[in-house]
Structure formats: structure tokens, C-alpha cells
T-cell receptor, first 115, second 110 residues
Framework: DTGVSQDPRHKITKRGQNVTFRCDPISEHNRLYWYRQTLGQGPEFLTYFQNEAQLEKSRLLSDRFSAERPKGSFSTLEIQRTEQGDSAMYLC?????????????FGNGTRLTVT | QQPVQSPQAVILREGEDAVINCSSSKALYSVHWYRQKHGEAPIFLMILLKGGEQKGHDKISASFNEKKQQSSLYLTASQLSYSGTYFCGTEYGTASKLTFGTGTRLQVTL
């Protein structure tokens, strides 16, 4: 169990640029989640996958956000035309099964700063 | 809909006990509890399922009141290492996403 890995750890970008983050879940985990967290707040749900299928995407998420999980392994989260309000910690988590039976294992996150 | 936690913050002396509450406006299927230290990822503590099944650690326990749609986390004989922000995560049906609460900041002092 090598844990959930996220890359990069930090990203500074200028407003209007596109950014892409990668998450490598624990290998036998079927579920993969993306959350966003700002200072002093709880993780805010963005989207999640069961294997390669994207099961739900937050209604709060604009069309600028897209996520993929090809072949049910690693996942990428892309933000197009970044805005200053996108600055946050982006957390990836994985679980073996549905949340009711399996804890979420979080990665260390990617901190995005939009200038 | 985001569950509400109380208190927002609590300061304890080492060895004291604490209770953190998590309330939902919707019927709960399961509740998770996580602890997050500053600059680190949230770490799993326990899951409580509708029907009463419980998992967890030794000095940390929790209850799940289905009728009141709330869960409480009990920290006994707190240690300095218990300091951090505690989040509950709620699930409203089988195979659904986890929605995290507003958080409770806990500080344990000597």
C-alpha cells in the first residue's frame, strides 16, 4: 500500500491558463474522488469515479472543470481558463468500495494558486 | 447538503474529554469521521453505518442516532496528538458520495 499520490504538490498559474492535476490511487481501489478545500473549510465534493465511469459531478462545478479516469487507474483533473476563485487545495481520495463500507484514503493534495 | 458540526472550535488540556457533534437535515446512511492536521491530508478515524455497526480506534468512539440524524465523536483522555480539525462525512444513500461537514478545530494543550 503505497498510498494515494498526487502531482504536482504545488501549482502557480496566471489567470486564464489551463492546469491539469494527476492522481494515482491505491492500486486495488475502485473508487476515486476529487475534492476541493479552501482554508478553514471542509473538503468540497467535485466528482467521483467507480472504475472508469464518472458517477457524479458537483452541480457547483462549472464547465471549465473536467476529470477523467481512463482504464480505471489514475485520474486527471483539468481546469480551463483558471480564475482567482479556483485557488484552493485539490484533494484526491480513493476507496476500495462504496463509502459506507470503506474509508477514503486521501493524497497530500495539489495546492493551486491563481495570480 | 452539508452537515453542520458543533462546536466550531474547542481547547482542551491534556487528559480531558471532548465531544464533537455532526448534524444533518437529511436521513443519513453512514457517517465517517476524519482528522486533518495543518498542511496534511485528512486521516480516517471511523465509519458508522445505519443500523449501528461501528469501527474505530481505542480512545476514540462515536455514536450514530438515526432518528436525530446526527453523530457524535467522543475523545477520551485527550493527548497532544489529538490536535487538529475533525470533519464528519455523511452519506445519504447506498453507493453515494461523501459530503463533509463544516469542521471542528480541536487544540490540546499541556
Amino acid at each position: 500500500d503505497t498510498g494515494v499520490s498526487q502531482d504536482p504538490r504545488h501549482k502557480i498559474t496566471k489567470r486564464g491558463q489551463n492546469v491539469t492535476f494527476r492522481c494515482d490511487p491505491i492500486s486495488e481501489h475502485n473508487r476515486l474522488y476529487w475534492y476541493r478545500q479552501t482554508l478553514g473549510q471542509g473538503p468540497e465534493f467535485l466528482t467521483y469515479f467507480q472504475n472508469e465511469a464518472q458517477l457524479e459531478k458537483s452541480r457547483l462545478l462549472s464547465d471549465r472543470f473536467s476529470a477523467e479516469r481512463p482504464k480505471g487507474s489514475f485520474s486527471t483533473l483539468e481546469i480551463q481558463r483558471t480564475e482567482q476563485g479556483d485557488s484552493a487545495m485539490y484533494l484526491c481520495a480513493s476507496s476500495r468500495n462504496v463509502a459506507a463500507n470503506s474509508p477514503l484514503h486521501f493524497g497530500n493534495g495539489t495546492r493551486l494558486t491563481v495570480t | 447538503q452539508q452537515p453542520v458540526q458543533s462546536p466550531q472550535a474547542v481547547i482542551l488540556r491534556e487528559g480531558e474529554d471532548a465531544v464533537i457533534n455532526c448534524s444533518s437535515s437529511k436521513a443519513l446512511y453512514s457517517v465517517h469521521w476524519y482528522r486533518q492536521k495543518h498542511g496534511e491530508a485528512p486521516i480516517f478515524l471511523m465509519i458508522l453505518l445505519k443500523g449501528g455497526e461501528q469501527k474505530g480506534h481505542d480512545k476514540i468512539s462515536a455514536s450514530f442516532n438515526e432518528k436525530k440524524q446526527q453523530s457524535s465523536l467522543y475523545l477520551t483522555a485527550s493527548q497532544l496528538s489529538y490536535s487538529g480539525t475533525y470533519f464528519c462525512g455523511t452519506e445519504y444513500g447506498t453507493a453515494s458520495k461523501l459530503t463533509f461537514g463544516t469542521g471542528t478545530r480541536l487544540q490540546v494543550t499541556l
